[in-house]
């Protein structure tokens, strides 16, 4: 086996007392000694801090110095909308192969002189493969810096004694800023469904940055764990659960990441991999679907938990994310079903340690958001 | 008489009874518990059966019954409140109580002594 990485803020965690595991190739904290449970709560009440350095950090410079090239080979690779994004914002993309499945699921951003793509720590080789064959006129440089993601409703308060213009920046802004003395990439984006920020920093000034944000009362480190079941409840995909590259954006209920211009009647329809099969889905529906599922009683329904139409029926789906929402105060899930049993509040019942226990499909996200938009 | 077995259930014995519930070591590696199934009063269970789960927010794990006999009280104020297994798992955190098949059935478990030297 390979020697296992380790990001900016190995030495931290340790101090800290984080419980280490191993995660797409690097040692990283599940959690610290609050326990998943609290640092969850924690994270939705006031400020949790994330170690995310293990993220592909890329950029893409376009040689010919016209950031349009660059987005334009960049809608080559992906069924978003590139060209129209404007410099400070970022948007959610998606790479698809031939099939019409998913390689990645990406934020990428414009950066005026460059493209900023934030990676799967699983899928960075791949992507980085894609990127490399299909923008053959920019340079593709993987960035070796720390990323700290910091989410929760007392966010904006922590991050502002630092420095208080992000304060004015909105949900999926992203910029240059000046803190601590380094200049440091923000964006205020997350996975948890909180507000929040990603920041982005020279790998030697990420743990004076981390130590410095975890001296504020409010804000409290978190591990792995508890970024599992935040996403959860916030409805946001794991890529390799949830989806993958069998899984098409229809099938994965991810339309709303493929916008008009790059749809059948737009102005920029089709020209990435797998468009027929996308396109076609996008106007006819897909075979099944990626739904929310909300299991009847306290015991969670993990991945892989079978789903049937009826009490002791065949399987018709399957769940491949669950667990306890500790918010929600209840269990939550999401899974594929065909697509005829996949309306709100439709009854199915997922097979449970031999057992058939009644579960609904439900809307998500299952908590509000609470992005500032 | 307090005795222990290898994965990690305390048994302690009060006349004819058993009680079970997990150790403190346990109850620590699987964080915060957000549901315990519990096991049917009057079952007659085997030794090593997969007789209760244990469910945290990260993971789920299943505790086997101790000997052979017959479940006869199970702690139902976990279902309400399986954070009791956590707080007190040696105390309030019980999960259930059983009659054993045979007196000597806990003869190979640890004492207290050979427990600590088994998560040392």
């Given amino acids: 086996m390979s020697q296992l990485k380790t990001t900016p803020l190995d030495g931290l965690h340790r101090s800290l007392g984080a419980k280490m595991v191993p995660f797409a190739g690097y040692e990283m904290p599940v959690q610290y000694s609050a326990g998943v449970l609290k640092e969850h709560l924690h994270t939705r009440s006031a400020a949790g801090l994330f170690d995310v350095s293990h993220m592909g950090q890329i950029e893409i410079r376009p040689r010919s110095g016209d950031l349009d090239d660059a987005k334009r080979a960049l809608e080559r690779l992906m069924p978003v909308s590139v060209l129209p994004l404007k410099t400070g914002r970022q948007r959610y993309g998606l790479f698809t192969n031939d099939q019409g499945g998913i390689m990645d699921d990406v934020m990428f951003a414009d950066l005026g002189d460059r493209v900023f793509l934030v990676a799967n720590a699983s899928r960075k080789e791949s992507d980085l493969e894609i990127l490399r064959n299909g923008l053959t006129d920019c340079d593709v440089t993987v960035l070796e810096r720390g990323l700290i993601a910091l989410q929760g409703p007392k966010a904006e308060a922590a991050l502002a004694t630092l420095n208080p213009a992000v304060r004015d920046m909105k949900f999926m802004d992203i910029g240059e800023f000046e803190i601590l003395g380094e200049r440091c990439l923000v964006s205020r984006a997350g996975y948890t469904g909180e507000d929040g920020y990603e920041i982005s920093v020279p790998a030697e000034a990420t743990e004076a940055l981390a130590k410095r944000l975890l001296e504020l009362e409010d804000v409290q480190p978190i591990g792995l764990g508890a970024r599992d079941s935040l996403r959860l409840e916030a409805g946001l995909c794991l890529y390799g659960n949830d989806i993958d590259e069998t899984t098409t954006p229809v099938e994965a209920a991810l339309e709303w990441a493929i916008q008009k211009p790059r749809r059948r009647g737009g102005e920029r329809e089709g020209g990435f991999p797998g468009a027929e099969i996308i396109l076609e889905q996008l106007e006819k529906g897909a075979a099944r679907r990626r739904v929310g599922l909300r299991p009847e009683g306290r015991a969670p329904m993990r991945e892989g938990v079978e789903l049937a139409a009826a009490e002791g029926g065949e399987p018709i789906g399957k769940i491949t994310s669950g667990g306890f929402g500790p918010t929600v105060g209840a269990p939550v899930a999401m899974g594929y079903v065909p697509t005829e049993h996949s309306a709100p509040d439709t009854q199915l019942y997922g097979l449970l340690r031999g057992r058939s226990v009644p579960v609904k499909v439900s809307t998500t996200p299952f908590v509000e958001s609470g992005y500032k938009r | ?120």
């Fill in chain 2, 1 to 120: 008489m307090l005795k222990f077995t290898e994965d990690h259930e305390w048994v302690r014995v009060e006349g004819d009874e058993i009680v079970v519930g997990i150790t403190e070591h346990a109850a620590e590696q699987l964080g915060d518990l957000v549901f315990v199934d519990l096991p049917e009063k009057d079952a007659t269970v085997s030794k090593g059966d997969e007789i209760v789960t244990v469910e945290s927010v990260k993971a789920a794990s299943d505790i086997t019954a101790p000997a052979d006999g017959t479940i006869t009280e199970v702690n139902s104020d976990l279902t309400d409140n399986p954070t009791l297994v956590n707080e007190s798992p040696m105390e309030a955190g019980w999960i259930f109580k059983m009659k054993l098949e045979s007196k000597d059935a806990l003869d190979g478990l640890m004492d207290e002594a050979a427990y600590r030297d088994f998560i040392a």
